[in-house]
């Protein structure tokens, strides 16, 4: 039996304000002290977010998909999860923004872990510092998924991996790969999370360009049973305590003059290389 679709027929109507009216800070925080909301994008990124735990709350389906791309998905949602349709042109004038496949999904934030328990038997792992860029937090954990890292740590200044951008450029492994954010953590107030890992056994590689650094390629690198790999925003870098506290500091050798990589295009070298295998 198909799902039954609510036809768009009141911009207005309050259960669509997720998708019109609130944006994506309001969602996060939308039962505030309690999570939030999150919206997917695409089949694909709903479908791994539905695998991954997430509660669905309603949908929105372009009419043209709702029995193609989209008719897995809407089957298996929940029958009192409301699905809302209407043409490309309807949705597009309620949403303002081009959809991806015809397809979003509200849905409400999983809880995150602390750094102990998430990182518990780990061996390696991906920390992000300061990436505000949502498409390459995206990218970033799309490669850690790829290829072999365990879990991936954000500091709070990092993009939201939930966010729809990061959560549609990673192809919604942001709901497969472990991740948590290091302010999370009992650890200590004020110490900085350099030390709280090497506390918790991990040796910290800290990615960065100074003239006293260690390929990428070294074995020592390899030998280490519990490795943290660490990466800085776009431009700026890791920052200089960062950087000063790990124990390592690594580069990937470069060619034809080249100084430096995109921090997407950096991760995925380093994880290829890194990642127990």
Same mark, same amino acid.
């Given at each position: 039996?198909a %799902?039954e679709?609510i036809?768009?027929?009141?911009?207005?109507?309050?259960r669509l304000?997720?998708?019109?009216?609130?944006?994506e800070?309001?969602? @996060?925080?939308?039962?505030e002290?309690?999570g939030?909301?999150l919206?997917?994008?695409?089949p694909?990124?709903t479908?791994?977010?539905l695998?991954?735990g997430?509660?669905?709350?309603?949908?929105l389906?372009?009419r043209?998909?709702?029995?193609?791309?989209?008719?897995g998905?809407l089957?298996?949602?929940p029958?009192?999860?409301p699905?809302?349709t209407?043409?490309?042109d309807?949705?597009? %004038?309620?949403?303002?923004?081009?959809?991806?496949?015809?397809?979003?999904c509200?849905?409400k934030r999983?809880?995150?872990?602390?750094?102990?328990?998430?990182?518990?038997?780990?061996h390696r792992?991906?920390?992000?510092?300061?990436v505000t860029?949502?498409?390459n #937090?995206?990218?970033i954990i &799309?490669?850690?998924a790829a290829?072999?890292?365990e879990a #991936?740590?954000?500091?709070?200044a990092?993009?939201d991996?939930f966010?729809?951008?990061a959560? @549609?450029?990673?192809?919604g492994?942001?709901?497969?790969?472990?991740w948590t954010?290091l302010e999370n953590?009992?650890? *200590?107030?004020?110490?900085?999370?350099i030390k709280?890992?090497?506390k918790? *056994?991990? %040796?910290?590689a800290?990615?960065?360009?100074?003239?006293?650094t #260690?390929s990428?390629?070294d074995?020592?690198?390899a030998?280490e049973? &519990?490795?943290a790999v660490?990466l800085?925003?776009?431009?700026d870098?890791?920052?200089?305590e960062t950087?000063?506290?790990?124990?390592?500091?690594i580069?990937?050798?470069?060619?034809?003059g080249v100084d430096s990589?995109?921090v997407?295009?950096?991760s995925a070298?380093?994880f290829w290389?890194?990642a127990?295998?």
């Amino acid at each position: 039996m198909a %799902k039954e679709l609510i036809e768009i027929r009141d911009y207005e109507d309050p259960r669509l304000d997720v998708y019109a009216r609130l944006n994506e800070t309001q969602l @996060r925080h939308y039962y505030e002290p309690h999570g939030g909301l999150l919206i997917t994008e695409s089949p694909k990124v709903t479908e791994r977010a539905l695998a991954g735990g997430c509660k669905p709350i309603s949908a929105l389906v372009e009419r043209s998909q709702a029995e193609g791309e989209a008719a897995g998905i809407l089957k298996s949602l929940p029958d009192e999860i409301p699905v809302f349709t209407g043409s490309s042109d309807t949705i597009r %004038k309620l949403t303002n923004i081009p959809m991806t496949r015809g397809l979003l999904c509200c849905m409400k934030r999983p809880d995150l872990k602390s750094v102990e328990e998430l990182t518990a038997g780990m061996h390696r792992i991906a920390v992000l510092e300061n990436v505000t860029n949502p498409t390459n #937090v995206g990218a970033i954990i &799309r490669s850690a998924a790829a290829l072999g890292m365990e879990a #991936v740590l954000l500091n709070h200044a990092c993009s939201d991996p939930f966010y729809r951008r990061a959560a @549609r450029v990673s192809m919604g492994t942001v709901f497969q790969v472990p991740w948590t954010y290091l302010e999370n953590t009992n650890t *200590g107030a004020g110490r900085h999370y350099i030390k709280m890992l090497q506390k918790l *056994g991990f %040796k910290t590689a800290a990615m960065a360009l100074r003239r006293n650094t #260690v390929s990428i390629s070294d074995p020592c690198l390899a030998k280490e049973e &519990r490795l943290a790999v660490i990466l800085g925003a776009e431009g700026d870098g890791l920052s200089d305590e960062t950087i000063d506290l790990s124990d390592f500091t690594i580069r990937i050798p470069m060619a034809h003059g080249v100084d430096s990589l995109n921090v997407a295009a950096c991760s995925a070298v380093a994880f290829w290389e890194l990642a127990s295998r």
